[in-house]
Nanobody, 115 residues
């Protein structure tokens, strides 16, 4: 069982930055592929960025060059650095841990980009 707790969301102006954190319980965090997803009102949940256990990353086209995912296995934490935020980035951001067919989700953290 893995528990995921996101933090770092909030209100930010367009063009601003936020860093989301996801702290994971358990001793085998390093084996999990980790991801950040988001869901805006009325929309489906969508992948924002992912990072494998080996450190390879992938990004949705709409965040490439603006967002960076990273992980610190010593701290059981994955991060999402979000720069140049846009109003359309407003959503609840969820952390995901995946190992084979097993998926765990956090409860999400709200990011609101507005002036």
């Amino acid at each position: 069982q893995v528990q995921l707790v996101e933090s770092g969301g909030g209100l930010v102006q367009p063009g601003g930055s936020l860093r989301l954190s996801c702290a994971a319980s358990g001793s085998i965090f390093s084996r999990y592929a980790m991801g950040w997803y988001r869901q805006a009102p009325g929309n489906e949940r969508e992948l924002v960025a992912g990072i494998t256990s080996g450190g390879s990353t992938n990004y949705a086209d709409y965040v490439k060059g603006r967002f960076t995912i990273s992980r610190d296995n010593a701290k059981n934490t994955v991060y999402l650095q979000m720069n140049s935020l846009k109003p359309e980035d407003t959503a609840v951001y969820y952390c995901n841990a995946r190992l084979g067919p097993i998926n765990y989700w956090g409860k999400g953290t709200l990011v609101t980009v507005s002036s």
